[in-house]
Structure formats: structure tokens, C-alpha cells
């Protein structure tokens, strides 16, 4: 199973970085290359323990649905998603969030397995994994930005 740990130091207060992770309107506009958006569950606003969102969006040319839950939450400390429908075989997502400095540190734990098994497993070797950790390393340079700029109040009220 492929696991994409990355950190991101964002100068802003954690809380703010944590409800802008959790944010279905910041998502949409940090994806914006894929066209991803909520289509089904929570469409908007702060997604919540045990509630579900269903994304539409094209990755590698293909359009696809994935719905994911959240199921562990500890505000501002980390949530967790879980796909639970979608183009994988497994995904789960941590998201972890510390004071550091003046500042958060933000930490994903992105562990997946792809569909098919031998060709999920060489697909997981050959471009997965790299497309996966490019996608979420541009996400989260948009989120620091947002966060660290006054674009937040926009999606924060």
C-alpha cells in the first residue's frame, strides 16, 4: 500500500489551517485544475465527523466520482477521511495539524491501493503515486496561501 507523508509549514494559527482543510469551498477552489466539486453529502461549508461528501472531478483524463467520510475528528488537532465509493481500492487520508512557532505545521498521511490487483499494483509503481503526491503537494501549497493571505475570510465566516 503507497503512503505519501508530506508536511507543510503554513505561518497562520492552527485552527484557521484546520477549518480551511476542512473546508468543501476552499477544496474546490484549490483543485481547480481537475474541476473537482462536491456533487452529493456535504456540498459546502466545514465538513463534519461522520459526514460524507461525494467529489466529481477528471484525474488522468478520466472523469470520476469518489465519496469519502470522515470517520475521526479532533478540532484543531486532525481528522481523518475515508473513501468509501470511488476509483480505488483503498484510500484513507490523515490530516494532522500542530502548533509550531508562530505558526502550523500541517501533515498528511495518504495511504491508498489502487483497483485491479497486478495492474493496480504496477499502475501504484509506474505513475500513481507520483501523480497522487504532485496532486496533494499543489493542493496544500494553495491551501498555505489561502491561509496565510486574507483570501480565507472569503470561506471562513
Do not use: C
Amino acid at each position: 500500500m503507497p503512503t505519501i507523508q508530506l508536511e507543510t509549514n503554513i505561518a497562520a494559527p492552527v485552527e484557521r489551517v484546520f477549518d480551511l482543510a476542512r473546508s468543501i469551498d476552499a477544496h474546490t477552489s484549490t483543485t481547480e485544475g481537475t474541476g473537482e466539486r462536491a456533487v452529493e453529502g456535504r456540498t459546502s461549508g466545514l465538513v463534519e465527523a461522520g459526514e460524507t461528501v461525494t467529489w466529481e472531478a477528471r484525474h488522468l483524463g478520466v472523469r470520476q466520482r469518489l465519496t469519502s467520510k470522515i470517520t475521526a475528528m479532533e478540532r484543531p488537532d486532525f481528522f481523518v477521511d475515508e473513501m468509501v465509493q470511488g476509483a480505488f481500492a483503498t484510500m484513507h487520508h490523515r490530516h494532522e495539524f500542530g502548533e509550531a512557532g508562530e505558526g502550523t505545521l500541517m501533515r498528511d498521511v495518504f495511504e491508498f491501493t489502487a483497483p485491479l490487483g497486478p495492474l493496480g499494483w504496477l499502475a501504484e509503481k509506474m505513475f500513481l503515486t507520483a501523480y497522487m503526491e504532485k496532486f496533494l503537494l499543489q493542493r496544500n501549497a494553495a491551501l498555505k496561501s489561502m491561509a496565510e493571505s486574507d483570501q480565507w475570510r472569503e470561506l471562513l465566516n
